[in-house]
T-cell receptor
Framework: SQKIEQNSEALNIQEGKTATLTCNYT??????LQWYRQDPGRGPVFLLL?????KEKRKERLKVTFDTTLKQSLFHITASQPADSATYLC????????????FGRGTSLIVHP | KAGVTQTPRYLIKTRGQQVTLSCSPI?????VSWYQQTPGQGLQFLFE???????NKGNFPGRFSGRQFSNSRSEMNVSTLELGDSALYLC????????????FGPGTRLTVL
């Protein structure tokens, strides 16, 4: 069955360091992958989308990579700040005409000052 | 531009009752999706409406239903509530059906007693 895995353990890092979050998937052939940020009690906020034919995408301090061979996406936040503390979700949209997106459970990022 | 709005924000119901949740998408967005978020299952896709038609449906029982009006506003209904229906219900809107970028509302927190 299709499965998305994000590290369930919180990632704790010091301010100024680079945070790297992982999203692994199995039994999927996603057309693209998205990353969202969610703060407690609020809806997810879209951050980045990367398509299957793209290797890397950047937006300000954010960088996403997409390796369809490894079936993995890495999400990087450089020069992290305490305000970056949140839960980060990855979402996959399978190719083949099915537009039902599937979300990972998310990884909590805590940036310490 | 106003964001996605959801009403009510909080709701308490008892088992066996029914509930209707409302979502107003961003102006100009024609696609509205609904999700259920629980600590145990994460974010799960319920259904998606585009131009008043349900285009995709997740794996939820028939007690969960929805509709979309001509102004793109959407409602979802849950009948015969069960304790397990307690969750954060999120609505997301996008320009088209391809989920390129979804904008989520703040959610409705439903508690079933």
């Amino acid at each position: 069955s299709q499965k998305i895995e994000q590290n369930s353990e919180a990632l704790n890092i010091q301010e100024g360091k680079t945070a790297t979050l992982t999203c692994n998937y199995t039994n999927y052939s996603p057309a693209y992958l998205q990353w969202y940020r969610q703060d407690p009690g609020r809806g997810p906020v879209f951050l980045l989308l990367i398509r299957e034919n793209e290797k890397e995408k950047r937006k300000e301090r954010l960088k996403v990579t997409f390796d369809t061979t490894l079936k993995q996406s890495l999400f990087h936040i450089t020069a992290s700040q305490p305000a970056d503390s949140a839960t980060y979700l990855c979402a996959l949209d399978p190719s083949g005409g099915s537009y039902i997106p599937t979300f990972g459970r998310g990884t909590s990022l805590i940036v310490h000052p | 531009k106003a964001g996605v709005t959801q009403t009510p924000r909080y709701l308490i119901k008892t088992r066996g009752q029914q509930v209707t949740l409302s979502c107003s998408p961003i102006s100009g967005h024609r696609s509205v999706s609904w999700y259920q978020q629980t600590p145990g299952q994460g974010l799960q896709f319920l259904f998606e409406y585009f131009s008043e038609t349900q285009r995709n449906k997740g794996n939820f029982p028939g007690r969960f239903s929805g509709r979309q009006f001509s102004n793109s506003r959407s409602e979802m209904n849950v009948s015969t509530l069960e304790l397990g229906d307690s969750a954060l219900y999120l609505c997301a809107s996008s320009m088209d059906i391809s989920y390129n970028e979804q904008f989520f509302g703040p959610g409705t927190r439903l508690t079933v007693l």
